[in-house]
C-alpha cells in the first residue's frame, strides 16, 4: 500500500532557530501534499496545500513566511519552521494524494507526524 | 463551507463492550466519508471509507454507513479490544474537488479497559 515517510520524527531546537520537516511518497507518485498541525486538543488545523512546481497554497492565519513549504518533486515536499519560537511546538503531520484518478485519489496517506518541541 | 461534527469524547469502555461514534457531516452534493484513527504518538492511519450513499465501509470488526438521508457516518464495533484505544476521527472530501484537503472532525479519543 501507500507509503509515506515523515522525518524527522522528534525534533528538539532553540528558539530563533529553523527547522526542516520532509515528507516522502515512497512507492508513489503524490503532485498534491497537504501540511497539517494538530494541536493538544486533538484537532488537526490544514496548514498548507502543497503542489509539485509552484507555490504552496495556505491556509487563512497561516504565516507563509513562518511556514516555508517547498514541493520540488513528486515524492517530496519539505516544511521548514523558521525563526522558531516556543509556541511553534506542535506535531505536524504531512499527507499526500497519489497521482491519478478513480475513487484511490481521494484516500490521504498520511505521514507519522513530527513532534516539534521549540525550547 | 463543508464540515464535520464529531461526538464529544473522551469515550471509556470495557473490552467487548459495543462501540458507537456518531459522525454528521454538512456537504454539497456527494462527499466521500472516511474513518481514520490515530494510535499514541503515531500519524493518521485510514480505517475505512465509502464513496456513495448506502456504502458501507469496513476493516478490522469497524464498521459504518454512509447515510445519505441523515448526512450521517456513524463508526461502530461489535466488541472492543484494549488494542482500539486510539483517536478515531472522521473525515470528508468534498464532492467533485479532486485535489482538495480532507475535512476532519476534532476527534474522539477512545479508551478501553480491561
Known amino acids: 500500500g501507500a507509503v509515506v515517510s515523515q522525518h524527522p520524527s522528534r525534533v528538539i531546537c532553540k528558539s530563533g532557530t529553523s527547522v526542516k520537516i520532509e515528507c516522502r511518497s515512497l512507492?508513489?507518485?503524490?503532485?498534491?501534499m497537504f501540511w497539517y498541525r494538530q494541536f493538544p486538543k486533538k484537532s488537526l488545523m490544514l496548514m498548507a496545500t502543497s503542489n509539485e512546481g509552484s507555490k504552496a497554497t495556505y491556509e487563512q492565519g497561516v504565516e507563509k513566511d513562518k511556514f516555508l513549504i517547498n514541493h520540488a518533486s513528486l515524492t517530496l515536499s519539505t516544511l521548514t519552521v523558521t525563526s522558531a519560537h516556543p509556541e511553534d511546538s506542535s506535531f505536524y503531520i504531512c499527507?499526500?494524494?497519489?497521482?491519478?484518478?478513480?475513487?484511490?485519489?481521494?484516500?490521504?496517506?498520511f505521514g507519522a507526524g513530527s513532534r516539534l518541541t521549540v525550547l | 463551507g463543508d464540515s464535520v461534527t464529531q461526538m464529544e469524547g473522551p469515550v471509556t469502555l470495557s473490552e467487548e463492550a459495543f462501540l458507537t461514534i456518531n459522525c454528521t457531516y454538512t456537504a454539497t452534493g456527494y462527499p466521500s466519508l472516511f474513518w481514520y484513527v490515530q494510535y499514541p504518538g503515531e500519524g493518521l492511519q485510514l480505517l475505512l471509507k465509502a464513496t456513495k450513499a448506502d456504502d458501507k465501509g469496513s476493516n478490522k470488526g469497524f464498521e459504518a454507513t454512509y447515510r445519505k438521508e441523515t448526512t450521517s457516518f456513524h463508526l461502530e464495533k461489535g466488541s472492543v479490544q484494549v488494542s482500539d484505544s486510539a483517536v478515531y476521527f472522521c473525515a470528508l472530501s468534498p464532492a467533485n474537488q479532486a485535489g482538495t484537503a480532507l475535512i476532519f472532525g476534532k476527534g474522539t479519543t477512545l479508551s478501553v479497559s480491561s
Open positions: 512507492d508513489f507518485q503524490a503532485t498534491t
Open positions: 499527507s499526500a494524494r497519489p497521482l491519478g484518478r478513480g475513487s484511490g485519489a481521494n484516500v490521504l496517506t
